[in-house]
């Protein structure tokens, strides 16, 4: 039997880190959460989590030393997937705090959802899929449903985009730079089947690499 591949997942000291870990145990990956720089540069693939807000996680992120060791995981060419404010994150900045620097992963800026709507979005939806040929998704046919808890939204340049969701307007869900790096603004780890799926494609493209 092969063994478990290892994926750090970035542990800068906010929310629940453990679910996004504990997802990517049940489809088979030995995932670690850490702060470790030489474990992170070991890991086969890294996972930036994140939840709440996004200038505190910004600020704990470089507290703790890991914005450097994030860009170097970026560059690896080793998988890397941002998941909801870990998503955010690898932009340029947020509305959610003015001021503070996102790690410019990816260029444009999250904004508040519009006006009129209910904030945050708090339910499962539909993915509208731009990008068909993305390795995260493969497999997937039908209707794919995942669950968001957000109140900001990517706003960035089409070509990255993997998929929207429809919500009053058209919301960022997915993007891609390249070929190892994804991010999701949807929580795979409670998303049922369909996130499940997801993080094993995940793990897989380890092995792809």
Same mark, same amino acid.
Not at 15 to 33: H, P, T, W
Not at 74 to 90: A, D, N
Not at 115 to 126: F, I, S, T
């Given at each position: 039997?092969?063994?478990?591949?290892?994926?750090?997942?970035? *542990?800068?000291?906010?929310?629940?880190?453990?679910? $996004?870990?504990?997802?990517?145990?049940? +489809?088979?990956?030995?995932?670690?959460?850490?702060?470790?720089?030489?474990?992170?540069?070991?890991? $086969?693939?890294?996972?930036?989590?994140?939840? %709440?807000?996004?200038?505190?996680?910004? =600020? @704990?992120?470089?507290?703790?030393?890991?914005?450097?060791?994030?860009?170097?995981?970026? #560059?690896?060419?080793?998988?890397?997937?941002?998941?909801?404010?870990?998503?955010?994150?690898?932009?340029?900045? &947020?509305?959610?705090? /003015?001021?503070?620097? %996102?790690?410019? +992963?990816?260029?444009?800026?999250?904004?508040?959802?519009?006006?009129?709507?209910?904030?945050?979005?708090?339910? !499962?939806?539909?993915? /509208?899929?731009?990008? @068909? /040929?993305?390795?995260?998704?493969?497999?997937? *046919?039908? /209707?794919? !449903?995942?669950?968001?808890?957000? &109140?900001? &939204?990517?706003?960035?340049?089409? *070509?990255?985009?993997?998929? =929207?969701? #429809?919500?009053?307007? *058209?919301?960022?869900?997915?993007?891609?730079?390249?070929?190892?790096? !994804?991010?999701?603004?949807?929580?795979?780890?409670?998303?049922?089947?369909?996130?499940?799926?997801?993080?094993?494609?995940? +793990?897989?493209?380890?092995?792809?690499?």
């Amino acid at each position: 039997m092969s063994e478990a591949p290892l994926i750090a997942v970035l *542990d800068y000291g906010i929310g629940n880190l453990r679910s $996004a870990q504990k997802g990517l145990e049940r +489809v088979g990956a030995d995932a670690r959460l850490t702060a470790d720089h030489g474990l992170i540069a070991d890991a $086969a693939a890294v996972v930036l989590p994140g939840v %709440g807000h996004f200038g505190t996680c910004m =600020t @704990k992120l470089r507290d703790a030393n890991l914005e450097a060791v994030t860009h170097a995981a970026v #560059e690896s060419g080793r998988p890397f997937l941002g998941i909801c404010v870990g998503m955010q994150m690898l932009f340029e900045g &947020s509305e959610e705090a /003015d001021g503070i620097s %996102g790690l410019g +992963v990816f260029p444009g800026m999250s904004r508040l959802i519009r006006a009129g709507l209910p904030r945050p979005q708090m339910q !499962w939806n539909r993915l /509208d899929l731009v990008r @068909k /040929d993305c390795e995260l998704l493969a497999g997937f *046919d039908g /209707d794919v !449903w995942m669950y968001f808890v957000h &109140s900001y &939204s990517a706003d960035t340049e089409v *070509d990255h985009v993997v998929a =929207t969701c #429809e919500y009053g307007v *058209d919301l960022t869900a997915m993007v891609q730079k390249g070929d190892t790096v !994804w991010a999701t603004q949807f929580h795979p780890e409670k998303s049922g089947e369909r996130g499940r799926a997801l993080a094993a494609n995940f +793990v897989r493209q380890i092995g792809l690499r």
